[in-house]
T-cell receptor, first 111, second 110 residues
Framework: DGGITQSPKYLFRKEGQNVTLSCEQNLNHDAMYWYRQDPGQGLRLIYYSQIVNDFQKGDIAEGYSVSREKKESFPLTVTSAQKNPTAFYLC??????????FGQGTRLTVV | GEDVEQSLFLSVREGDSSVINCTYTDSSSTYLYWYKQEPGAGLQLLTYIFSNMDMKQDQRLTVLLNKKDKHLSLRIADTQTGDSAIYFCAESTGANNLFFGTGTRLTVIP
């Protein structure tokens, strides 16, 4: 079955650590996105990538980094520079004007 | 990014109709979408409408698009407790971009 998979579902990070969230899709989609969702709030775009080896900052890119070495994969690293990383992170993918498909999300908590 | 706005909360009684509204700013929007998010989960596409349409109906869901006013609405008929969720509208203007509203939390009161 085609889909988009995020892992892990839950992630705990100590202060000052970098962590990487995985996002993999087998839908052959060109574009991939990372969103952050805080409790009771909507989605804010962190980074997006329209093609392999290229990505652009979204509205809240500070403290995050991404790579797009393969079409299927778009990992997000939450760096120690991100001061308030506790949130729900959603990855999505689409092609052209088609609907976006979402992963089930990763809940990151700083301990 | 583009501006897509929604009201944050809506409460309705079970069996009533729900209407969730969305306004957007980019007149070049091509597709407009409604997504549903259940607690702790990702977003699932409910329905979409192409910008040259005024209305789309799919079972209990009716989407209305007023392109002149840049206003999109989602009507859920005979709202059930299982419809309680956050509903996001989103617009696509092509070239692999997608902009989301803040989401409307729908609470259905039994």
């Amino acid at each position: 079955d085609g889909g988009i998979t995020q892992s892990p579902k839950y992630l705990f990070r100590k202060e000052g650590q970098n962590v990487t969230l995985s996002c993999e899709q087998n839908l052959n989609h060109d574009a991939m996105y990372w969103y952050r969702q805080d409790p009771g709030q909507g989605l804010r775009l962190i980074y997006y990538s329209q093609i392999v080896n290229d990505f652009q900052k979204g509205d809240i890119a500070e403290g995050y980094s991404v790579s797009r070495e393969k079409k299927e994969s778009f990992p997000l690293t939450v760096t120690s520079a991100q001061k308030n990383p506790t949130a729900f992170y959603l990855c999505a993918s689409n092609t052209g004007l088609t609907e976006a498909f979402f992963g089930q999300g990763t809940r990151l908590t700083v301990v | 990014g583009e501006d897509v706005e929604q009201s944050l909360f809506l409460s309705v009684r079970e069996g009533d109709s729900s209407v969730i509204n969305c306004t957007y700013t980019d007149s070049s929007s091509t597709y407009l979408y409604w997504y549903k998010q259940e607690p702790g989960a990702g977003l699932q596409l409910l329905t979409y409408i192409f910008s040259n349409m005024d209305m789309k109906q799919d079972q209990r869901l009716t989407v209305l698009l007023n392109k002149k006013d840049k206003h999109l609405s989602l009507r859920i008929a005979d709202t059930q407790t299982g419809d309680s969720a956050i509903y996001f509208c989103a617009e696509s203007t092509g070239a692999n971009n997608l902009f989301f509203g803040t989401g409307t939390r729908l609470t259905v009161i039994p």
